[in-house]
């Protein structure tokens, strides 16, 4: 089996060994296992059942992880994308509810699940093609950098709020909370904590710092522990819910574009980051490309079958190949290591469950929360590391700067809407290129996608 397992993967041609790939492929695990408690509490905001949420995400992860590796042969695990699904729970799902009836049947999270599995199709669809291509020479830089770091802002400040420390506020949109109110405290013990072990570069840092801050808030009654181990929750209340016609609605169609943009270079930087510090780009060019985007597709299309949102290529990878990983078979490790997180549900729940609190403010006002201090503190950090992309906007260039610039600020403050922060970006990129007649710099998806997105908001005033 060990010489099957060396022959298949190509460990003699990638200079690496079986125990290299194993401990990479637990490193990978142990940095990116922080999804299993965040996804749930996520999605469940928009409705789900967060046991369910949990199983899915844990298949369609671990299923599009080992695609990963025996098809392109790549130590680059797959997960539900943050940002991604912060898209589905606080844009999507509000905007669908928006244009249903009272009494309608079916959920919103439903028809943004179909919106999911439609824009998964897309992608595989086009990864036979040279679209992709394209697209990636399409979308200038500073649009790409402005979203990734739009995302940062918007799951900060979502986490701020998760723990307490911002707390919405008429006129002034936020305010401090309570510092001396108890979960404030957890929280900011976590994030104390957090930042301290990834300053001192320890692996898996996020959740170590998760579950010490979850055994800290069982003396104080903020968790309850349910056990360890057990069988998996049901599947049932997300498997195949999908509404596909739902999806298909022309109303929809912002949202499959949204989802397949963000999917798509999100996919693309970080097969070519993670790629570059691995060695694996020869020539400019990364070999396998296409096989690596079919299995995040793929991935992406089970998971919506399933019930989570979209799933991605996680830039944690790139513990794993610090730790020598060369080859898929570490995605092989770490998908079956997903696979069997299905066990832990109980921890998950414990974890990744809101606990309502009333928060007394200084002046007396009373605030009903429902807070996540346990789990707040990865989202602010995860925010944190999305913001390095900031640098690389060319902010000494107006044509460049202003677009980016409403591309990262329309999304936290536009109520969580990371469509709004793309469509302002796309449409100021198309607007102040040519007033500077520097129009020949513009590719025509660019201007296409402006008009689609001036044609939604004309509808949106007239609808």
Same mark, same amino acid.
């Given at each position: 089996?060990?010489?099957f397992?060396?022959?298949?993967f ?5 200079? =690496? ?7 990479? *492929?637990v ?37 599009? +992880?080992?695609?990963? *590796?025996?098809l392109?042969?790549?130590? %680059?695990?797959?997960a ?5 699904n ?9 905007m ?11 959920q ?10 439609? &824009? ?6 086009l #990864?036979? =093609? ?17 979203i ?16 307490g ?9 936020m ?5 001396? #109110?108890?979960?404030?405290l957890?929280?900011?013990?976590g ?8 300053? /001192? ?15 800290a808030?069982?003396?104080f009654g903020? =968790? ?13 209340? +997300? ?14 169609? &912002?949202? %499959?574009?949204?989802f ?6 999100? !996919?693309?930087? !970080?097969?070519?980051?993670?790629g ?20 995040d ?19 944690? $990878?790139?513990?794993?190949i ?11 490790v770490?998908?079956? /290591? ?6 832990? #549900?109980p921890l998950i729940?414990?974890?990744g $469950? ?26 602010? %950090?995860i925010g944190s ?13 107006p044509?460049?700067?202003i677009?980016?610039?409403? =591309? ?8 969580? $809407?990371?469509?709004?922060?793309i469509a302002?970006?796309? %449409? ?8 500077a007649?520097?129009?020949r710099?513009?590719?025509w ?19």
């Open positions: 089996m060990r010489r397992i060396e022959t298949t190509h460990f003699q041609e990638r200079q =690496t060994t079986l125990r290299t790939e194993i401990t990479a *492929g490193t990978t695990f142990m940095t990116m296992a922080y999804i299993l408690f965040v996804q749930p509490a996520v999605l469940s905001a928009a409705g789900m059942d967060p046991g369910a949420v949990f199983v899915a995400t844990c298949v369609a992860s671990a299923i599009a +992880t080992i695609l990963m *590796g025996v392109a042969n790549y130590p %680059i695990a797959q539900p994308a943050m940002g991604h912060f898209f589905f729970a606080f844009a999507a799902v509000p669908i509810a928006r244009t249903l009836p009272e009494n309608a049947v079916v919103p999270w439903q028809i943004a699940l179909g919106a999911v599995f439609i &824009s998964g199709v897309i992608f595989f669809v #990864s036979y =093609t040279r679209t992709l291509d394209h697209l990636i020479q399409a979308i200038p830089d500073s649009l790409k950098n402005g990734a770091v739009g995302i940062g802002l918007l799951i900060a400040l979502v986490g701020l709020q998760w723990a420390i911002v707390v919405d506020a008429p006129g002034t949109l305010r401090l909370g309570n510092l001396h #109110s108890p979960p404030v957890l929280a900011l013990f994030l104390v904590l957090m930042a301290s072990l990834l300053a /001192l570069q320890v692996r898996g840092a996020i959740l170590i710092a998760i579950l010490i801050t979850a055994a808030a069982l003396p903020f =968790t309850r522990f349910q056990g360890m181990v057990s069988a998996p929750p049901s599947v049932a209340p +997300t498997f195949f819910k999908l509404d596909l016609l739902g999806a298909i609605d022309l109303g929809v169609v &912002s949202i %499959i574009f949204t397949f943009i963000l999917d798509f270079f999100d !996919t693309v930087g !970080t097969l070519i980051g993670v570059e510090q691995a060695g694996f780009i020869k020539d400019g060019r990364l070999p396998r490309a296409r096989e690596a985007l079919r299995a597709a793929t991935g992406t299309v089970v998971g919506a079958l399933l019930g989570t949102s979209t799933i991605t290529s996680y830039i944690e $990878s790139a513990a794993g610090s730790a020598g990983g060369r080859t898929g078979f570490a995605n092989v770490t998908g079956i /290591l997903l696979l069997l997180s299905l066990l832990f #549900s729940k414990m974890i $469950s809101p606990m309502a609190y009333t928060m007394v403010m200084a002046d007396g006002t009373r605030l009903e929360l429902q807070l996540y201090p346990i789990v707040a503190p990865a989202l602010i %950090i590391f999305m913001m390095a992309a900031v640098v690389r906007i060319r902010w000494d260039d044509t460049e700067a677009p980016a610039f409403l =591309t990262i600020v329309m999304m936290p403050f536009s109520g969580f $809407s990371i469509t709004e922060g302002f970006g796309f %449409i100021a990129y198309a607007l102040v290129k040519p007033l007649r520097r129009h710099e513009v590719h998806l660019i201007y296409a996608c402006a008009l689609l997105f001036i044609a939604r908001y004309i509808f949106m005033a007239t609808g």
